[in-house]
């Protein structure tokens, strides 16, 4: 996971305390020295609120920076997106957890048409959804299934085409 992404997970709330103690230790023992990642690391009680200043902290000092919500959920939707379009993924597995990492953001708010057209991911919504209407007989089920991952694969891709700018 890129600290990008760590961050906007952290933005969205799909952290833990213990997440932001691992992601310290990782950073220590990979030589990576902070008296930020020290504070994560020793404080008491190891809560998320005692833990957000010091990462913050270190993620500015680090040259990052803290996104707002909005651009918190279009990192993450830009992420996933882009493992499904890389094929490093199972196009329906990583989708279905993209939806759990977004479900703080309103999908319905601002739409034109559909559900998701907010943020571009309608129709990748709908393929995730069409699987729950795969009435054949079970011999074509594997079938069906790789047509929808397939059919994810490439609105994934089209999907990058139109929001190349992240």
Not at 93 to 105: A, R, V
Not at 130 to 138: G, Q, R, Y
Request: net charge negative.
């Amino acid at each position: 996971m890129k600290d990008q992404e760590f961050v906007a997970r952290y933005v969205t709330r799909n952290l833990s305390a213990i997440d932001l103690v691992n992601f310290a230790e990782t950073k220590l023992t990979s030589g990576i020295y902070s008296d930020r990642l020290l504070e994560i690391l020793d404080a008491e009680p190891k809560s998320l609120a005692e833990l957000s200043v010091p990462f913050e902290d270190f993620i500015l000092e680090s040259g990052g920076d803290i996104p707002d919500f909005e651009r918190a959920i279009n990192e993450l939707t830009y992420y996933h997106i882009s493992r499904i379009a890389a094929e490093e993924v199972n196009p329906i597995k990583e989708f279905k957890l993209l939806l759990e990492l977004i479900s703080g953001y309103d999908l319905h708010s601002g739409i034109t048409e559909y559900v998701g057209d907010n943020i571009g991911i309608h129709l990748l919504i709908g393929l995730y959804y069409s699987i729950d209407d795969l009435d054949v007989p079970d011999s074509r089920v594997e079938y069906g299934l790789n047509k929808i991952k397939q059919d994810m694969i490439k609105e994934c891709r089209n999907w990058l085409i139109l929001n190349r700018e992240n």
